[in-house]
């Protein structure tokens, strides 16, 4: 139902408001940032065809350069657009709020769209053939650097909006008491976001004047540094985000909610504080940074961001525990979670980002961000693999979920051939999970993150090398098959979906409640009808299943971290 003297329309699922002038940006960011997904995964195949030996498809220019085209467009291309849409969704519906300047929307997103352009062309066309940390002294083309410079001042300048819509909420007073979690998880991203886009713009001015011959070379080491506050902080950016879409599908898809607000918020500004400090790791093996620096950096306090994301880590499924239990599903520890609606990849997406995630990406992440631990790490495949399962596995997988209710309820079409939509997330999330423990395994061999050819100074890996670099190609493959599958299946929906203008999208699939008093038991025989010893149990102890998973996600951190150390020991004895 449409309100055209408010610019607002009231939708049919949810009942939340959705402002008209937002809704077009939120669609313009969404499917631009599709776009650029799909270019980066075009790219992401033929590197893992490249990088299995056996099949060895680019050649040694082409290998680098679809490799800088492939980490600008998925770590910030695809990632920025998106998050601008979401911080435009949250702002304005979940606050009943309009967009607080319709001109600056848009040239928030013609900056980003140009200089997005203007970068991937650049690259193709083979000027810029630097990989995406773009190190100096190499140098690209100008228009690289402008291309970057302009992204980066046109997602801060959407940024700036969101928060000048914040202000508009709060002096029209449209929501009483705090902001929602999800939008105080959206701030949180969006100050991230102002620290990193700062850093971009900061370090490729200069780079930028230098390329036109305007200036002097500027120094490398200042270069690296502040080139990591926009290359790894990206990644904060995305934690923040994808932490809040999980908390939002959670609610979306079993009617979750969060366990104590004032813990997950406190949580959120752990992250605004510390999760900065995670950026030092690529610096580690650095020799003119001192060893002090490098230390604190890896150490103490950023181990403050470390307890955000445990925190995290726990509350979400504990939410989804306590909500599903509240329905009826008590038997067991893990009769919730086997309930749970598998068959809506909404749920799907989420669960499995959020696994992938905690079990690969924080795992691995703390570890190789271990000072002494990253030296034996710092340029293998270890460190790609890592972030293909934060980046891809945790972010890119928590949006393709959220896409499968923003789609349907910006858009207004319900999706075609569900029964695909209901497979993508497992063929993504397996296809990931494969390709970043064979970069991984890989990578503990010593195979180098990017060297085009691992046998160019003779065989000296090993046929197991080989046998985990074809795990990076096969994985990489069926990843692919599954982001061309969520592409398809979403332009699809925009162009042949059935309308649902003025009415509720239908039902992904959610557990259905239990009848009250309905005699399902336990495995000691207890009822769990209403009133029962059972349903007071689950009510006493509603989180005992997310506790095993914690204990066993604890165990598996021990279990790698110290098998870190043996590997470290081994290669560097002490007498």
């Not at 997904?37 to 679809?66: E, M, S």
């Not at 599903?324 to 893990?334: A, D, E, I, P, S």
Request: charged share 10%; net charge positive.
């Amino acid at each position: 139902m449409s309100d055209n003297k408010n610019g607002k329309r009231i939708c049919a699922t949810t009942g939340l408001p959705i402002c008209l002038d937002a809704e077009f940006f939120v669609k313009c960011n969404a499917v631009l940032a599709v776009v650029f997904l799909l270019i980066g995964g075009i790219g992401a195949l033929l590197l893992a065809l490249t990088r299995w030996q056996t099949v060895h498809l680019l050649p040694v220019d082409w290998f680098y350069r679809i490799l800088t085209l492939h980490g600008l467009n998925m770590l910030i291309f695809w990632i920025l657009f998106f998050e601008v849409a979401i911080l435009y969704f949250v702002a304005t519906s979940l606050l009943n709020v309009k967009l607080a300047s319709v001109k600056t929307a848009w040239v928030s997103l013609i900056m980003m769209f140009v200089g997005a352009v203007m970068v991937d062309v650049t690259i193709l066309v083979g000027q810029a053939d630097v990989m995406m940390t773009s190190y100096l002294p190499l140098l690209a083309h100008p228009a690289f650097y402008l291309g970057i410079i302009l992204v980066a001042v046109g997602t801060l300048i959407g940024v700036i909006l969101y928060f000048a819509t914040l202000h508009k909420a709060k002096k029209e007073k449209t929501y009483q008491g705090s902001v929602p979690l999800v939008v105080f998880g959206a701030t949180a991203a969006a100050i991230i976001a102002v620290v990193t886009l700062l850093h971009g713009a900061i370090v490729m001015i200069p780079t930028f004047l230098h390329s036109m011959g305007w200036i002097a070379q500027p120094d490398p080491l200042w270069y690296r540094m502040t080139w990591w506050g926009l290359g790894h902080m990206s990644q904060q950016v995305n934690v923040c985000a994808m932490v809040s879409v999980w908390y939002l599908l959670g609610a979306l898809t079993t009617g979750a909610k969060p366990l104590n607000e004032t813990v997950c918020r406190g949580a959120f500004l752990l992250y605004i504080f510390f999760i900065n400090l995670a950026s030092a790791h690529h610096l580690l093996v650095d020799p003119a940074i001192s060893a002090g620096w490098k230390i604190w950096n890896t150490s103490y306090a950023m181990y403050l961001a470390v307890l955000a994301s445990m925190i995290h880590g726990f509350t979400v499924p504990a939410s989804v525990e306590v909500a599903m239990r509240q329905q009826g599903y008590v038997k067991g520890l893990f009769g919730w979670l086997t309930a749970a609606p598998w068959k809506n990849p909404g749920f799907s997406a989420f669960f499995l980002s959020l696994v992938i995630f905690g079990f690969g990406g924080g795992i691995t992440g703390v570890t190789l961000g271990t000072q002494q631990i990253n030296i034996i790490a710092h340029n293998t495949l270890r460190i790609p693999g890592h972030f293909h399962v934060t980046v891809v596995g945790g972010t890119t997988l928590a949006f393709m979920g959220l896409a499968f209710y923003v789609v349907p309820l910006l858009f207004q079409r319900e999706y075609i051939f569900k029964p695909l939509a209901r497979l993508q997330p497992y063929l993504f999330g397996i296809g990931i999970t494969v390709m970043a423990m064979g970069m991984s395994f890989a990578g503990s061999m010593g195979v180098s993150r990017r060297s085009w050819d691992i046998e160019a100074a003779g065989s000296i890996y090993g046929p197991a090398a080989h046998l985990f670099l074809a795990a990076v190609g096969i994985g990489g493959v069926l990843a692919f098959l599954g982001l061309l599958l969520f592409i398809l299946l979403t332009v699809g929906t925009l162009l042949f979906g059935r309308s649902i203008v003025g009415k509720p999208m239908e039902s992904w699939g959610t557990p259905k409640p239990l009848a009250v008093g309905e005699p399902e038991h336990t495995p000691i025989g207890l009822p769990t009808g209403a009133g029962s010893p059972a349903l007071a149990m689950a009510e006493a102890h509603p989180t005992q299943g997310t506790m095993v998973l914690a204990l066993v996600f604890l165990l598996s951190f021990a279990v790698y971290y110290f098998a870190n150390w043996k590997a470290l020991a081994d290669a560097w004895p002490v007498r």
